[in-house]
Nanobody, 123 residues
Framework: QVQLVESGGGLVQAGGSLRLSCAASGLTLRNYAMAWFRQAPGKEREFVGT????????DYTNSVKGRFTISRDNPKNTVYLQMNSLKPEDTAVYYC????????????????WGQGTPVTVSS
């Protein structure tokens, strides 16, 4: 049974940092590109960023470029999202997801999803 479990969310002040983790089980992580999405209250789930299987390529949505960094540790079957200079508009539930195809930005391209971890940025 495949599971993706996010952790590391919480409450932080604007300008602060958080690091989210996504621990995978039941699959070999190096076979998948991974991504982070987020969903704010009343809004659709949106793409945040993605990383290819080896960690050599990443891509981000414009609103987080220069502030967020995705990384992965395949032997540990874990993906990370380092979030710096957080803004109130980053408040959302953050989800990790797995896909065989790198740089897919549509939710429908992703095979496996975690349950999400909430991030709240206060002003």
């Amino acid at each position: 049974q495949v599971q993706l479990v996010e952790s590391g969310g919480g409450l932080v002040q604007a300008g602060g940092s958080l690091r989210l983790s996504c621990a995978a089980s039941g699959l070999t992580l190096r076979n998948y590109a991974m991504a982070w999405f987020r969903q704010a209250p009343g809004k659709e789930r949106e793409f945040v960023g993605t990383i290819n299987w080896s960690g050599s390529m990443m891509d981000y949505t414009n609103s987080v470029k220069g502030r967020f960094t995705i990384s992965r540790d395949n032997p540990k079957n874990t993906v990370y999202l380092q979030m710096n200079s957080l803004k109130p508009e980053d408040t959302a539930v953050y989800y990790c997801a797995a896909t065989p195809t790198y740089n897919a930005r549509r939710t429908g391209s992703y095979v496996y999803w975690g349950q999400g971890t909430p991030v709240t940025v206060s002003s």
